[in-house]
Every structure is written in structure tokens, then in C-alpha cells.
């Protein structure tokens, strides 16, 4: 199985922050890598998919880059309703396997 | 709009067969471009893959579930399947039902709200 490592685990972030969220495979998956936020109780909303491209009704504000191995989901700009928590999702092989998710609280 | 929907008893108890079901609404559960997919959160916990199917039927599990697990699908009713047998506590989760785009990526784009279920005698 394709082991997903994220880092932090959570972070402290005020309105306005630019926020960086790192996501680490554990062998090459080129661009497939896909990000999620959930909030408590609900389900996970998809945010980005193929490394960089967000899908469809997103924000702007968010962004992802990456390939390989390493990967970066972004929120310039942090907004009240963006404190969630956050996962990464590999898409290469099965069995899917998800980070353990960055929880993002507010500061 | 599609709308996911998962039904199932909400508690099960140890070494007997968890089965939910979901149904889909605002869309046909046929076609070529999708996969309808399970996945769990046991509590405080992160995200598990447990499987999906697609309409005609074929399957791929999680290794780690593979042979206690069942997906099966009902193109007639809309509705999609789980069977996991031989419960113990550390099936204790959140399982949700979701829709995977059959295409290179496969991104899970509509889920259903999630329905919790425990294991316990």
C-alpha cells in the first residue's frame, strides 16, 4: 500500500493567513493526488484534484502544486468558514490510501 | 443534483455482518463513468478505503477487508451495497457512500452524510 504522510498534523492560523499543508507518498504517484476538507459531523468535500486542478466550485484561494512525491495544498487568505480539517488522497493504485489528515483551528 | 444516501442498522453486534445500503437520487447509478465507492472514519480517526463497484458489477476491495467484504450493486433500485462480516469492535466507524468519477483520477466528487455504526453486544 502507498503509505500518505501529512504534515503538521494541525496548525493555529488567523483570518487572512496564507496556510501551507504537506502531503509525502511513499513511492512516485505522479500527479495523482487529490485534497479534501471535512469539518466535524460532516462529510469530505472534494477540494483538488490531479495534484493541481481544483474542482469545480472551489475558491479560488485555493491551490495545490506538486508531483511525484511531495505535495502542497494552499489557502491564501484564510476564511472563517476554512477551518476544517484536511486530506490527501492518493488516486494512483489500490487500495486508496488517505494522509492523516492537518487539522486547522483558529489562532 | 445527486444526492447519496446511506440506510443500515446503526448497531451490529460482535461476529455477526454489517450491511448498509445506498441510494442514489438526482442521477442514474448505470453508466460507464463512475464507480460507487465506500469508505470508512472509525471515531477521531482519518479516512479508509474500504471498496467500490462499478455498475456492471466488478468489484475491487481493500486487501485488508477483501475476505470479509461483499459490494454489491442494484442497477434497478439506484442502490449499492456493503457487507462486512464477522464484526468486531475495531469496525466501529462512520461509513460512508460516495461517487468516484471512473476517469484517470477517480476523485470521490459526492458523498453521502455518513451513518455511524457500532459494534457491540
Known amino acids: 500500500d502507498i503509505q500518505m504522510t501529512q504534515s503538521p498534523s494541525s496548525l493555529s492560523a488567523s483570518v487572512g493567513d496564507r496556510v501551507t499543508i504537506t502531503c509525502r507518498a511513499s513511492q512516485n504517484i505522479r500527479d495523482y493526488l487529490i485534497w479534501y476538507q471535512q469539518k466535524p459531523g460532516k462529510a469530505p468535500i472534494l477540494l483538488i484534484y490531479a495534484a493541481t486542478s481544483l474542482h469545480s466550485g472551489v475558491p479560488s484561494r485555493f491551490s495545490g502544486s506538486g508531483s511525484g512525491t511531495d505535495f502542497t495544498l494552499t489557502i491564501s487568505g484564510l476564511q472563517p468558514e476554512d477551518f476544517a480539517t484536511y486530506y490527501c488522497q492518493q488516486s494512483y493504485s489500490t487500495p486508496r490510501t488517505f494522509g492523516q489528515g492537518t487539522k486547522v483551528e483558529i489562532k | 443534483q445527486l444526492q447519496l444516501q446511506e440506510s443500515g442498522p446503526g448497531l451490529v453486534k460482535p461476529s455477526q455482518t454489517l450491511s448498509l445500503t445506498c441510494t442514489v437520487s438526482g442521477g442514474s447509478i448505470s453508466g460507464d463513468n463512475f464507480f460507487w465507492t465506500w469508505i470508512r472514519q472509525h471515531p477521531g480517526k482519518g479516512l479508509e478505503w474500504i471498496g467500490y463497484?462499478?455498475?456492471?458489477?466488478?468489484?475491487f476491495y481493500n486487501p485488508s477487508l477483501k475476505s470479509r467484504l461483499i459490494i454489491s450493486v442494484d442497477t434497478s433500485k439506484n442502490q449499492f451495497s456493503l457487507k462486512l462480516r464477522s464484526v468486531t469492535d475495531a469496525d466501529t466507524a462512520v461509513y460512508f457512500c460516495a461517487r468516484a468519477l471512473s476517469g484517470a483520477y477517480s476523485q470521490f466528487d459526492y458523498w453521502g452524510q455518513g451513518t455511524l455504526v457500532t459494534v457491540s453486544s
Open positions: 463497484i462499478y455498475y456492471s458489477g466488478s468489484a
